[in-house]
């Protein structure tokens, strides 16, 4: 049933619940036709995109209906294209351990000449560069490098917002007081110009230090006011949604969730305990958050209000396994990706897969 339905039987229900004549009807009609954050919406499974793969970490959908699909471990980039996959990059300097690997994909076009990677390499994690003609991706070099590299906590997530600036979102490597030192490059919401500068309206501008005091961000996505929010993962306690502003301090390592510490920014949305969540890739589509949560095994919707977020709402929970990245498409629905095979999941047929979902509108 999709929300038009939703909203006509709820105009005849009150219709008929009234007391007075026909013309009762026409008093129902205001509160019918003004939808409220607590509306609901039926997302939908509506098959597989693309199955057998290997701990697949990031998924970017381009104009002409095909993807590039990066595996954490296995180091792959792939085309997907007519619904199969194909090799068309595999750096050499990426160095797989523990969280880190080949890890979040960027384009600055759904029609692009080139594609943007974050990768962890044997000194640090640094985003790269390389042109792309189709069908490989050649010329690789180094856009940003230095990012601090853990065994947990790399971040990963890179997307260009709509300002044509690159975001960067980095994760403290396991080690908490970096996510306060503006001197390092761990935990935080970096910005760059698309050659790696610090983008020139920075807070310092000598710096590519957007938002700091992040534990672990891997999520990423813009409103339609402009607005970034962020998905970021707590220790044991609260899972966070951040709006994000300019630099302000988000709290790590003195704050998990919501705290009174004067300087620090709340989160606006939570989950608690994080065994309910774990977000990792975050898509904002029809007015909603759409959140790929690791151990919660769901696709959470959380609706947005300007700068206000609801409670979190679960979706298709344990139906596919742990959940690492979610995707907008060009067609207005979700690509959903899986996260079975990385060893922490218990994989099933056909996984690691890319699942369509399809969001009313």
Known sequence: MNRATIVALAALVLAGCSNGGPSDALISEPAVSSPTVDE???????????????????????????ALISERDSARILLLRDGRTTVIGNPAQVLPEGEGGLLGLAVRSPDP???YAYYTAATDNRVVVFDFDG???????????????????????????????????TGETGVPELAQDRRSLAGKILRVTPSG??????????SPVWSYGHRNVQGLAWDTDGQLWASEFGQEDVDELNLIEPGRNYGWPMCEGACDIPGMTNPKATWSPTATSSPSGLAILNGSAWVAALRGQALYEVRLLGTSASEPKAWFAEDLGRLRDVVATPEG?????????????????????????VVPQ
């Open 197 to 206: 500068n610090p983008a020139p309206d920075n807070p310092d501008p000598t």
């Open 333 to 357: 629905n979700l690509w959903v990706v899986t996260n079975n095979t990385d060893g922490r999941g218990s994989p099933r047929a056909g996984d690691d897969r890319i699942v369509e979902v």
């Open 113 to 115: 000449k080139r594609v």
């Open 135 to 169: 069908t490989a991706l050649t010329n690789e070099r180094t856009v940003l490098g230095g990012i601090p590299k853990g065994v947990i906590h790399n971040g990963g997530r890179i997307a260009f917002g709509p300002d044509g600036y690159l975001y960067v979102a």
């Open 40 to 66: 609901v919406t039926f997302p939908t499974i509506d098959g597989d995109i693309a199955s057998d793969l290997a701990a697949p970490w990031s998924v970017v959908p381009l104009a002409d209906g095909s």
